[in-house]
């Protein structure tokens, strides 16, 4: 019988596809990264429990082209600086992805809050613009010129934050909650530079429903940088988290069409 490709793979074929993931060769991205402070109160309104805000509001925008071998990538995050148990690190809201293998190992997997969406990263000469952009929206914009090269930082690790849960089969929307205790996930990254720049330029937030990252306006611009690393990737669950708690804040992981109905940001006209 020839072989059934969504029969059971062997033993064998299992330890070989874990044997080539150990194997794989650093995979390099470049990407802008803005970084600005917003309102803190609109900052620590993002964060369900156990998370707490950290000293500065940051918020972080990266778009990245990751040079995966023929399976280019666009890769990006938008996150809001915080602490869990005395460990700093960051909170993503939303990370666009432009292709579903990327999209579905990184929610299934870590709890990864990623959506399909639009990445671009461009650069003509010193010229950089970067966006994020879903539902014909660029809700991120990053736009300026390279002013100058930075010292490249020490390899270094940063911890980024993840709720990883399964709706309940009965729905969400019921209050009946999830199938499972969620779980804290602290995913550990290490970076490492081969090229960092500065930028001049700002950061354009746009209005979307569906992505409302506009909530977080830029009070100051911290930074922003363009560069090329690789980074390598560890997650570990650390805690189950009240059910209860983190329900109110599970409209961000998906484009929930009861968003319509929220009332318009407070100022608006």
Same mark, same amino acid.
């Given at each position: 019988m020839?072989?059934?490709?969504?029969g059971?793979?062997?033993?064998?074929?299992?330890?070989? %596809?874990?044997?080539?993931?150990?194997?794989?060769?650093?995979v390099?991205? %470049?990407?802008v990264?803005?970084?600005?402070?917003?309102d803190?109160?609109?900052?620590?309104?993002?964060l369900?429990?156990?998370?707490?805000?950290?000293?500065?509001?940051l $918020?972080?925008?990266?778009?990245s082209?990751?040079?995966?071998? *023929?399976?280019?990538?666009?890769?990006?995050?938008?996150?809001?600086?915080?602490?869990?148990? *005395?460990?700093p690190?960051?909170?993503?809201?939303?990370?666009?992805?432009?292709h579903?293998?990327?999209?579905?190992? +990184?929610?299934e997997?870590?709890?990864?809050?990623k959506?399909?969406g639009?990445?671009?990263?461009?650069?003509?000469?010193?010229?950089?613009?970067?966006?994020?952009?879903?539902?014909?929206?660029?809700?991120?914009?990053?736009?300026?010129?390279?002013? *100058?090269?930075?010292?490249?930082?020490?390899?270094a690790?940063?911890?980024d934050?993840?709720?990883?849960?399964?709706?309940?089969?009965?729905?969400? +929307? %019921?209050?009946?909650?999830?199938?499972?205790?969620? $779980?804290?996930?602290?995913?550990?990254?290490?970076?490492?530079?081969?090229?960092?720049?500065?930028?001049? +330029? @700002?950061?354009?937030?746009r209005e979307?429903?569906?992505?409302?990252?506009?909530d977080?306006?830029?009070?100051?611009? $911290?930074?922003?940088?363009?560069?090329?690393?690789?980074?390598?990737?560890?997650?570990?669950? $650390?805690?189950?988290?009240?059910?209860? @708690?983190?329900l109110?804040?599970v409209?961000?992981?998906y484009?929930?069409?009861?968003?319509?109905?929220? *009332?318009?940001?407070?100022?608006?006209?």
């Open positions: 020839a072989r059934v490709r969504y059971a793979r062997t033993e064998a074929e299992i330890a070989a %596809t874990r044997a080539a993931g150990a194997k794989s060769p650093a390099w991205s %470049t990407g990264v803005a970084v600005w402070e917003s803190p109160d609109v900052v620590a309104a993002v369900p429990p156990p998370l707490k805000p950290a000293e500065q509001p $918020v972080r925008a990266v778009v082209k990751v040079e995966l071998p *023929g399976y280019p990538l666009g890769a990006g995050s938008v996150a809001v600086a915080a602490v869990h148990d *005395g460990v690190g960051w909170y993503p809201l939303v990370m666009p992805m432009t579903e293998r990327a999209l579905v190992g +990184g929610r997997v870590f709890g990864e809050p959506k399909l639009e990445v671009t990263v461009e650069r003509d000469g010193l010229v950089v613009r970067a966006a994020l952009a879903r539902h014909g929206i660029a809700f991120v914009e990053v736009r300026g010129a390279v002013s *100058g090269p930075l010292p490249l930082p020490e390899p690790g940063r911890t934050f993840y709720f990883k849960f399964l709706p309940s089969v009965e729905g969400v +929307g %019921t209050g009946s909650g999830f199938d499972a205790d969620p $779980v804290l996930v602290h995913c550990t990254r290490l970076e490492r530079f081969r090229a960092l720049e500065k930028v001049t +330029g @700002d950061v354009v937030l979307s429903m569906y992505d409302p990252v506009a977080l306006p830029v009070r100051r611009l $911290v930074e922003i940088t363009i560069g090329e690393k690789s980074t390598e990737q560890k997650g570990r669950v $650390v805690e189950r988290v009240s059910a209860r @708690d983190l109110p804040y409209h961000q992981r484009d929930d069409p009861a968003q319509v109905l929220d *009332g318009p940001p407070e100022g608006s006209a």
